[in-house]
């Protein structure tokens, strides 16, 4: 496998599947880095090396390791229940989110809502959302009034790369841009 490859094996079992190559992670998402290694060089080669690689050089930096890099995990994007320890921070004014025509509909009745994923990812910029909506299609993007559901008590969390994060954003907080 290529690094890249490598990569989005790893975004699978650090936030996804953990029990694709035998591991387990703590309540806060870390795995053992070794445990990591050993398990998927059983399907392809990988070191240390070529982990920190991968870390480093990641574009949408996925992942983080701790202080010694003897344990790793993903910032955001989890679908199994664990607390990555965002902290509480309060978002600019407004805030975007990148979708596909083909949600456009279900968006537009229910807002935005995490399906898989313990939250709603947003972007600060319209062109991130822009870049998100295409991976999934034709883009729809929507405007998230983020500075009044603050106001109104919705939590917003930040992630290590930059993600902004809530658990939902109701209709009445979304403005569609043509």
Known sequence: MKNTEVSKFISLI?????????????????????????????????????????????????????EDHTLI???????IPVDVELKKVTPPDILYHGSAEKY????????????????????KDYDTAVNVGKRHGKPVIYKVKSGVMDKDGIEFFLSENGVWLTKKVPVKYLEKMK
Request: hydrophobic residues 35%.
């Open 104 to 123: 456009e509909k279900s968006i537009d009745e229910q807002g935005l809502i995490p399906k898989s994923r313990l939250y709603v990812h947003l972007s």
């Open 73 to 79: 995990r993903a910032n955001q994007g989890h679908s």
């Open 14 to 66: 650090l936030r996804h599947k953990p029990e694709t190559i035998g591991i387990s992670l703590d309540e806060h998402g870390w795995a053992n880095v070794d445990e990591l290694i050993a398990g998927i060089s059983k399907i392809s080669p990988i070191n240390m090396e070529m982990l920190e690689e991968i870390v480093a050089t990641d574009n949408k930096q996925r992942y983080s390791f701790n």
